[in-house]
């Protein structure tokens, strides 16, 4: 049995800096700014998905949880591992003077590289970074307009302090760590050329970002939840912010609005490979009536909220054509009842309606597929294959009906993909005597 050395270290390294943020809009505003100082996101954690599962390593308390990671170049003490956790209605405290606790999550106000009165290195913990580019962490805080507080002295710092979105002091020295056995190399998280980073929430400062929503209605379709994500996903990158309407157009009439929600970049991960629709469709007779569709604009101005993607078939999308030419006189009757003001429409005068054909009848003119029109199509002809043995076991005949309403694109691939001996096309009706034409190419074939 080893032996341990009574004389070895206890401690032998930081494992991971952990910051708790006590609402949604400060963790991922929190995220935002470490990646803007170059750390990667090397995991992600959300409670409420559904393919998601707890470790051991992740808080109980945690609702959403995004690690992040700055690499060195092998060097003892140049990495470092950043855990930012959502904790709902957590309460951060710091020590007084006079003992007692109290709460604190504000940073300082002060004027831009302003010169200040008092040091902040005295005021509360803080996490020290180490960096061999300075200059470049002075010029991305000032590009981001982030107070900053230049050590000792503004003409020729060593040091650079500032407050994340938590209130947490974070401070960046060009100051190696002295007690590393290995120095560090001329590396930091902020390696990549700026502009260039992993957006988990890209912001740029003093402009009104454009809110766009996505909602699938009518009947579910493989395919909904990879547009959704692709929507929600390229709404973010464009520097827009990216929401969702839950439950269809019934989500969209729902009194307070409860049902459409903001969404993040993590929140679609793992969408792609899910069939039906994550965020639900469901009918809606509201919709239909000119009340509902009020309603369904209150909400939406009310979320600032003036484009709308709908991915459903052609009840869905007639209702959104609709709902799209009444919007200017459902706002005007909106504030003359009182229910908003001139100030509140004025940002959402227009409403931009994009429609994704969410039908496995695959027809919509000058598009490629429709969403969910090849998934219908692999099912058809798994069943196809499912009877084909009874068929030959038996010498029978089988015929086989397939939807697509007025559009026979499913019957003429089905058809074509597995070997089928006739074939009844919408676009293309059988003519008299089809019967014994029938008769004839089966007995040809066989």
């Not at 945690?62 to 904790?87: A, F, H, M, P």
């Not at 039906?276 to 009536?289: M, N, V």
Request: glycine content about 10%; overall charge negative.
């Amino acid at each position: 049995m080893e032996v341990a050395d009574p004389h070895a270290p206890v401690t032998s390294g930081v494992s991971s800096v952990s910051l708790v943020a006590p609402t949604e809009d400060l963790f991922y505003t929190t995220v935002a700014f470490y990646t803007d100082l170059g750390f990667n996101e090397a995991f992600v954690y959300d409670r409420t998905h559904p393919t998601v599962k707890r470790e051991d390593d992740h808080c109980r308390a945690s609702e959403k949880e995004t690690w992040l990671y700055s690499q060195g170049d092998g060097g003892d003490g140049t990495d470092v591992n950043l855990k930012i956790r959502y904790v709902a209605e957590a309460v951060h405290f710091r020590d007084s003077n006079d003992g007692t606790r109290r709460q604190s999550i504000v940073s300082p106000s002060a004027p831009l590289n302003s010169k200040e009165s008092y040091d902040w290195r005295g005021e509360s913990m803080s996490v020290i970074l180490y960096t061999p580019v300075l200059d470049r962490i002075i010029k991305l805080l000032s590009e981001k307009k982030i107070t900053f507080q230049p050590q000792p002295s503004e003409k020729e710092p060593s040091e650079v302090y500032t407050h994340d979105p938590l209130g947490t002091l974070v401070g960046f020295t060009s100051k190696a760590n002295p007690f590393t056995r290995v120095g560090p190399r001329p590396r930091l998280g902020v390696s990549r050329e700026s502009g260039v980073r992993d957006q988990t929430r890209p912001s740029t400062p003093g402009k009104v970002k454009k809110r766009i929503a996505v909602m699938t209605s009518g009947g579910d379709a493989p395919g909904m939840n990879a547009a959704v994500r692709a929507v929600v996903r390229m709404t973010i990158a464009k520097e827009c912010e990216a929401y969702a309407i839950y439950e269809g157009y019934e989500g969209l009439v729902r009194e307070g609005g409860k049902l459409i929600k903001r969404m993040h970049w993590e929140d679609v991960r793992g969408w792609l490979s899910e069939g039906g629709t994550l965020i639900g469709t469901a009918r809606c007779k509201k919709f239909t009536e000119r009340a509902g569709r009020l309603q369904g604009a209150k909400n939406l101005v009310s979320a600032g909220i003036d484009a709308l993607i709908v991915c459903g078939g052609d009840g869905s999308l007639t209702g959104a054509d609709i709902f799209r030419s009444e919007w200017p006189g459902l706002l005007t009757e909106l504030v003359r009842l009182g229910e908003l003001t001139e100030e509140q429409c004025a940002p959402c005068k227009t409403l931009n309606i994009v429609g994704l054909v969410g039908s496995i009848d695959n027809d919509m003119s000058s598009t490629d597929a429709t969403i969910g029109a090849y998934s219908s199509l692999t099912r058809i002809c798994q069943a196809v294959d499912f009877i084909d043995a009874t068929a030959y076991s038996h010498s029978r005949a089988f015929v086989v009906e397939v939807m697509g309403r007025h559009c026979g694109w499913l019957a003429l691939m089905a058809g074509l993909s597995t070997g089928a001996d006739f074939v009844f096309l919408p676009e293309k009706p059988p003519q008299d005597k089809w019967e014994k034409e029938m008769c004839r190419i089966i007995k040809t074939v066989n």
